[in-house]
């Protein structure tokens, strides 16, 4: 029996968020020749690039929910369009990146369907007895699997970003667009008059171009850096390595940097590819949010710093010295 894979996207300013493309990767992952992958896209104004960045062999429908109403993200109205999506298109697995966004859905469509939900996936392992998901526990020093209920539909799912390979645009079959028009998708959205919040304006502050919960290369300061300038060096690095700036929840208390920049366990969870933790000690909570990283370089004048246990690779010395030492080589390597 073919299932239907539901992919709901998620739009970071004009552009689908890097996520978008894992999840679809993590579908595919999962399907069978027979099943079908489909896709919902929510906003206002959908740029047609964006759409038509969808068109990849495999995806068998696009549907887009377009209104004024989804010009910012909130939970209940978000939710109104994947609910009237999912009663559409009744798929048997649902798939949401572990943002923000997918940490307040997931859960809402599993209560609503009654149906099981798995979050924060990090690897998926299909076989003839089915498919398993690991995730993390207990601030990422554990790992456990689990499997679905055999009576469980739709399978409600949560991939953490940076861990499955995205799915690439091929020449091919081009997905079937359902058109925002539709009286019969619209008319399954929640009325405006219905809704008990309404966003009216989102003030957003970034640490650069590079956003960093998607960022392959994270330079992070901690109390080390001393004040706020003490980040420029970070940013410089940042720009050369076209990568994001964070900070430990210490630089974001002393007042260094805004906590939009803060990564933790009450902060951002990231799995860059490269993490720099500048001027960081390395406490637990921090850990929690920087420790599956695939390479963790440290850089700290204690040597006996706690961050050192985590680091591949480790440097003793001023970061206010190192940094910019780094900074001169990368760009004439890169250059």
Same mark, same amino acid.
């Given at each position: 029996?073919?299932?239907?894979?539901?992919?709901?996207?998620?739009?970071?300013? *004009?552009?689908?968020?890097?996520?978008?493309?894992?999840?679809?990767?993590?579908?595919?992952?999962?399907?069978?020749?027979?099943?079908?992958?489909?896709?919902?896209?929510?906003?206002?104004?959908?740029?047609?690039?964006? +759409?038509? #960045?969808?068109?990849?062999?495999?995806?068998?429908?696009?549907?887009? %929910?377009?209104?004024?109403?989804?010009?910012?993200?909130?939970?209940?109205?978000?939710?109104?369009?994947?609910?009237?999506?999912?009663?559409?298109?009744?798929?048997?697995?649902?798939?949401?990146?572990? *943002?923000?966004?997918?940490?307040?859905?997931?859960?809402?469509?599993?209560?609503?369907?009654?149906?099981?939900?798995?979050?924060? @996936?990090?690897?998926?392992? #299909?076989?003839?007895?089915?498919? *398993?998901?690991?995730?993390?526990?207990?601030?990422?020093?554990?790992?456990?699997?689990?499997?679905?209920?055999?009576?469980?539909?739709?399978?409600?799912?949560?991939?953490?970003?940076?861990?499955?390979?995205?799915?690439?645009?091929?020449?091919?079959?081009?997905? %079937?667009?359902? #058109?925002?028009?539709?009286?019969?998708?619209?008319?399954?959205?929640?009325?405006? #008059?219905?809704?008990?919040?309404?966003?009216?304006?989102?003030?957003?502050?970034?640490?650069?171009?590079?956003?960093?919960?998607?960022?392959?290369?994270?330079?992070?300061?901690?109390?080390? @850096?001393?004040?706020?300038?003490?980040?420029?060096?970070?940013?410089?690095?940042?720009?050369?390595?076209?990568?994001?700036?964070?900070?430990?929840?210490?630089?974001?208390?002393?007042?260094?940097?805004?906590?939009?920049?803060? +990564?933790?366990?009450?902060?951002?969870? @990231? *799995?860059?590819? +490269?993490?720099?933790?500048?001027?960081?000690?390395?406490?637990?909570?921090?850990?929690?949010?920087?420790?599956?990283?695939?390479?963790? @370089?440290?850089?700290?004048?204690?040597?006996?710093?706690?961050?050192?246990?985590?680091?591949?690779?480790?440097?003793?010395?001023?970061?206010?010295?190192?940094?910019?030492?780094?900074?001169?080589?990368?760009?004439?390597?890169?250059?």
């Amino acid at each position: 029996m073919s299932r239907t894979y539901a992919v709901i996207a998620e739009i970071r300013g *004009t552009r689908l968020h890097q996520v978008t493309f894992e999840a679809l990767g993590a579908a595919a992952q999962m399907a069978k020749p027979d099943d079908r992958i489909i896709v919902l896209v929510i906003g206002y104004q959908l740029a047609e690039d964006t +759409i038509q #960045s969808l068109k990849i062999r495999g995806i068998a429908q696009v549907s887009c %929910a377009d209104d004024e109403r989804y010009r910012y993200y909130e939970a209940e109205t978000y939710f109104s369009a994947l609910q009237a999506f999912t009663e559409q298109q009744s798929p048997d697995v649902v798939l949401l990146g572990h *943002t923000a966004m997918g940490r307040d859905l997931a859960p809402m469509l599993a209560a609503q369907l009654h149906t099981g939900h798995i979050s924060d @996936v990090v690897s998926i392992q #299909s076989d003839a007895a089915g498919s *398993t998901f690991l995730r993390p526990v207990y601030a990422g020093k554990a790992f456990e699997t689990k499997r679905f209920a055999n009576q469980a539909r739709p399978w409600i799912i949560t991939i953490r970003p940076n861990y499955f390979s995205p799915i690439t645009q091929q020449a091919g079959m081009l997905p %079937a667009y359902q #058109s925002v028009n539709d009286p019969q998708f619209i008319s399954l959205l929640a009325p405006a #008059s219905s809704l008990r919040t309404v966003v009216h304006e989102v003030v957003t502050r970034m640490s650069g171009s590079v956003n960093l919960s998607e960022a392959k290369i994270i330079i992070s300061g901690g109390r080390g @850096v001393k004040s706020p300038a003490g980040f420029k060096p970070l940013e410089q690095l940042a720009r050369v390595l076209n990568g994001a700036v964070g900070a430990s929840r210490g630089a974001c208390d002393a007042g260094y940097c805004d906590y939009s920049l803060q +990564i933790g366990q009450t902060g951002k969870v @990231v *799995t860059p590819e +490269i993490y720099f933790a500048c001027g960081i000690s390395g406490a637990i909570q921090h850990i929690a949010g920087m420790g599956q990283s695939r390479t963790i @370089v440290a850089i700290n004048i204690d040597p006996y710093a706690p961050i050192f246990k985590v680091a591949n690779y480790a440097i003793v010395g001023d970061l206010f010295e190192v940094v910019p030492l780094l900074t001169e080589q990368f760009r004439k390597l890169l250059s």
